[in-house]
């Protein structure tokens, strides 16, 4: 049986009528898409049986689609009686059920945007109260319900291309191509393999976007030098992780206040953000070195990968060692192996790739703990602090494999239910502004539990997604959630003077910049692919 259809084995018995004076699914203001969505919105992601599927939400924010709680078995009960309240309203609606966890599916579409509290009492067969089986409060997110920002203030494409001019015209990035090395005085440059990475793919994809033009010319040598700087700095031969490109590296990292942040250590992930740039700089310029170092990051992925099929995620470089417990999660791995052996024909990774793959069925697939995993962030224990970033990389594989189809959906509707805010966020006031959830410019994409804050890099990996869900499928809500998200970089970057922001916030706030490239290239593929519709 399939991990996506445990849900059958919680029965649901339907009951007691709905006392909202209206279905929201019926509201006037849904969209033809909206009303799809929220139709949709009672289908539960991976909802928890007792022995047999873990409760994975138990620290969860929110919820678009109908959310299954960990309640408990009431003594001598026969049936439970499901009450949610809708903070908004005070109305409540009910449901019975043969268990005290099934998913709240039978009401769901009844519940109105907002917070929202669910009781759950167990009964005779009588009808006499038993007692309380859990209680629980939490916030009912908004579905889809665009197209939202159509048209968008600019064309995709465009967009890009003055996001990623407006960054290459900063000084820590003009003083590349002097320095022919990183100005240190731009505190990110301390993570080499994400920050390098992503500035060399951001002169990539500008060199694309600007083809046959000076501006081209100049970002296409910027890629050069940024690359050629990250060959010069790999870990040596013979090391562990050798011609890897380092995690963490310069003057400033000895002010990281992490224990695991420090020049000894590698995030073993990070060794497929450097592959990547090389493998794109490799198809803009042709140049075999890139070509072959992009190869050497697998070659080593292939030496020091465990029996279990995965890496430690933070080993120290030189010996391999692990430097905390944490185990990656390789979904990026297994689709960096992937496009070597499609793309560029790599031989020697198919038993790396099944075993990394049967690593990731096998643990996160089955347990749901799609724990986040950053460079910069302390680790949490299990289900503590959710990311979306892994169950999305699987789903794109699966999509583009057409592996297990339905997997994949699910896996998408879990980013979807927990990150994505397609509008209503949670209130959630601030001093800081930018922190300030009614600043948030919509759709937008939270990065993790513990930094629940819309992130741009995080709405591009969804628009990623969706888009190839939409190409997989055919279904045309996956297009419009792909096309609504990008939309929000032309909206934001109205208040960020042409930047596309770390945080989709109409204040200012820290930049990173790989949050500027990862979207601008997402963009650019987005609006060639659009364009080839037509």
């Not at 033009?213 to 992780?241: H, N, V, W």
Request: aromatic residues 12%; contains cysteine; hydrophobic residues 35%.
């Amino acid at each position: 049986m399939k991990l996506a259809n445990l849900a059958c084995t919680a029965a649901i018995i339907f009951a007691a009528a709905p006392t909202f004076a209206a279905s929201a699914a019926a509201n006037d203001d849904l969209t033809s898409y909206g009303k799809k969505a929220w139709e949709e919105s009672a289908t539960p992601v991976r909802p928890g049986v007792p022995g047999k599927v873990p409760f994975w939400n138990e620290h969860s924010k929110r919820f678009i689609y109908a959310p299954a709680f960990d309640f408990k078995v009431v003594d001598g009960a026969k049936k439970y009686q499901f009450e949610v309240t809708s903070d908004k309203t005070s109305d409540t609606v009910t449901f019975e059920a043969d268990v005290p966890y099934a998913p709240l599916s039978p009401v769901w579409t009844k519940v109105p945007v907002g917070g929202f509290a669910v009781k759950v009492v167990g009964l005779s067969d009588d009808g006499t109260t038993l007692g309380t089986a859990g209680e629980k409060q939490s916030y009912r997110a908004a579905p889809f319900n665009g197209p939202y920002h159509e048209p968008p203030e600019l064309p995709l494409s465009e967009s890009a291309t003055l996001a990623l001019n407006t960054l290459l015209k900063k000084d820590y990035v003009q003083y590349w191509f002097e320095h022919k090395k990183p100005d240190f005085g731009y505190r990110l440059y301390q993570y080499p393999s994400k920050i390098y990475s992503a500035l060399c793919i951001g002169g990539i994809t500008q060199a694309r976007l600007t083809t046959g033009t000076e501006e081209g010319k100049r970002a296409e040598e910027l890629a050069r030098i940024i690359a050629d700087y990250m060959l010069s700095i790999r870990f040596p031969a013979g090391s562990a992780y050798e011609y890897h490109v380092p995690t963490y590296h310069g003057p400033n990292v000895k002010k990281l206040k992490k224990k695991h942040m420090v020049l000894e250590n590698h995030m073993v992930t990070m060794g497929v953000d450097a592959g990547t740039a090389f493998l794109d700089l490799y198809d803009l310029v042709g140049d075999e070195k890139y070509l072959n170092a992009a190869k050497k990051i697998a070659e080593t992925y292939v030496k020091t990968q465990n029996d279990e099929g995965t890496w430690p995620l933070f080993p120290r470089w030189e010996s391999g060692e692990s430097a905390t417990p944490l185990i990656a999660i390789p979904t990026a791995m297994v689709n960096y192996f992937d496009r070597l052996r499609a793309d560029y024909g790599m031989t020697g990774l198919e038993d790396a790739t099944k075993k990394a793959l049967n690593y990731v069925m096998e643990n996160p697939v089955k347990t749901f703990n799609w724990q986040g995993q950053f460079e910069d962030i302390t680790p949490r224990p299990e289900y503590v602090n959710h990311s979306r970033e892994q169950a999305c990389e699987l789903a794109m594989y699966l999509m583009r494999n057409k592996g297990d189809m339905e997997l994949a959906k699910e896996l998408i509707r879990f980013a979807e239910d927990q990150f994505v805010i397609w509008e209503q966020p949670i209130p959630k006031p601030n001093k800081n502004p930018g922190f300030d959830s009614s600043t948030w410019i919509t759709p937008s994409v939270q990065e993790q539990y513990v930094f629940w804050t819309p992130v741009g890099r995080s709405a591009g990996i969804m628009v990623d997604t969706f888009w190839e869900a939409y190409k997989a499928t055919g279904d045309e809500l996956y297009r419009a959630k792909a096309k609504s998200i990008a939309n929000s970089f032309p909206e934001v970057q109205q208040h960020w003077d042409g930047d596309y922001p770390t945080f989709f916030t109409k204040h200012k706030m820290n930049f990173w910049l790989n949050s500027v490239v990862y979207p601008a290239k997402v963009l650019m593929n987005l609006d060639n692919n659009l364009k080839s519709e037509k």
